[in-house]
């Protein structure tokens, strides 16, 4: 799992049938060091996050159970929404961004 | 799950006998930032996807899916066609891409 | 699986329901080159693994395993905590970190 | 999945009893961009796929279901050799290699 | 699939109750370029592989059926030690180490 940012949300009208009623957002995924992680991701909602908000995102069975049904043809969900992170940072190794050491919403 | 571009086709004559008349895409995974993903992936389309067009890809069990058979030896799938999508330009953190910021077909 | 690092906790009071009562960590993977990796993980906690601690890390099935039920919403999981361990120099290939060699907690 | 080229032949006496008689081939997973993907991959094959042929890998449950048994020690296998792929260049983002534009065998 | 070089032991008192027994390795991913893959990874190993000696390692349901065990928190494992390997430097793309065109124990 993965803390990753709300950044967008993309709408598909073709697709799978065991799709359908889904919402998909668009995630970046997360990190505490100053250069970004650039790629972005797309992952089913159910809890209702909003642009910015950060969020915990699984995939595998562990998605598919945040819908409850293993037999959808999905492979990522936010699965919570960060309300509060610290970190330490004498344990990470890297270059931080100070403005990451810690959130509370 | 990611978005990825179409970007060409793939046949095999000699292949597993459980991929028998599934048509196979070249799909470059597509991100927001100015510098390209430069890795395609090769993913199952039953959803008639064209070159050049956004799609949604799954991969596991979630593409098996998307085919209707887990006992496929199918690893990735498309599982939407993009009609639309959109980026909060302040949420995302990187060299955005202005082009990308949102996209309507 | 990999060697990772706690470097922090996250909180989520809106989160999947079969998630309740996890305790979740900000894990770092840990390598042995000089060059950390920057990116985190998060991963489901049940053996108490404190900040600064090494540990293993699994996904997938694995995970859930950790926890005695495979349909929870959870991809990673800590599998134990690293009393010791330690490497041959002349079997790595890279840049090693000097202070990485071994470890003894 | 994704297009590899069979780039050499591996050999194990010890190993897992369940995996015994299986063909293990090296690939180099192959990219459209002039720049080359320089990870290896080692992958089960039971098309008699040759060095230098260009296949589609699958992982997971796909490969082994390419062997005909989930209860195999395999993550990987040949799922086609390819005969031809088309890309479209207009749809590509980065530095295409002129020469992968297209292949027929 | 992948080739890895065994370069490390780790112990680990508390872990989770269903790995109890098991030998863990650190590996790191052995690749044909000149340029090391400078990342790590754990595996469990039922086949007695010694530091320096490369092995076969796979992920998920094949490395627990290599412990014969599809309930235990393992994602990775040894499932075969290689005796001898090939590569065909014409197939291979990138900056090919001259000492790694073949091996044999």
Do not use: C, H
């Not at 799992?1 to 995630?27: C, E, H, P, Q, Y």
């Amino acid at each position: 799992m993965f803390i990753g940012k709300v950044v967008g949300s993309l709408w598909a009208t073709r697709k799978v049938d065991n799709t359908s009623g889904i919402k998909f957002l668009i995630i970046q995924p997360y990190n505490l060091n100053k250069a970004p992680n650039t790629d972005t991701i797309v992952a089913a909602d159910t809890l209702g996050a909003g642009e910015g908000e950060l969020v915990m995102v699984a995939y595998g069975r562990a998605a598919r159970m945040a819908l409850g049904n293993d037999d959808m043809s999905i492979e990522a969900a936010v699965i919570g929404i960060i309300d509060e992170y610290t970190v330490d940072k004498d344990s990470y190794s890297g270059d931080l961004d100070p403005e990451k050491l810690s959130f509370k919403k």
